[in-house]
């Protein structure tokens, strides 16, 4: 069984920054293609940043240069910083674990204040 659970979201100015991270456990993060996506109000959830196994990351179109995708292995968590953050960065962002079947976790709620 795996958990995925999200922290660090919160309220935030623009052009600040935020660090999110996804505790897993029942796998490893440096075993699978782990990802952040959100959903903004009123809109489907979409992808910001994948990393796969072997370390390979692609990042969404409009959060490139700003954000970065990292795992750590010792503690099996999955982070997303955030910099230069704009309020169309407000959303409910959440993690994601591909093992053949898809996991996530409950979501953190990141607000970006203009």
């Known amino acids: 069984q795996v958990r995925l659970v999200e922290s660090g979201g919160g309220l935030v100015q623009a052009g600040g920054s935020l660090r999110l991270s996804c505790t897993a456990s029942?796998?490893?993060?440096?075993?699978?293609?782990v990802a952040w996506y959100r959903q903004r109000l009123g809109n489907r959830r979409e992808l910001v940043a994948i990393i796969t196994s072997v370390g390979i990351t692609v990042y969404a179109d409009s959060v490139k240069g700003r954000f970065t995708i990292s795992r750590d292995n010792a503690n099996n968590t999955l982070y997303l910083q955030m910099n230069s953050l704009k309020p169309e960065d407000t959303a409910i962002y959440y993690c994601?674990?591909?093992?053949?079947?898809?996991?996530w976790g409950q979501g953190t709620q990141v607000t970006v204040s203009s």
């Open positions: 994601n674990m591909d093992t053949g079947y898809s996991y």
């Open positions: 029942g796998r490893h993060v440096t075993d699978n293609a």
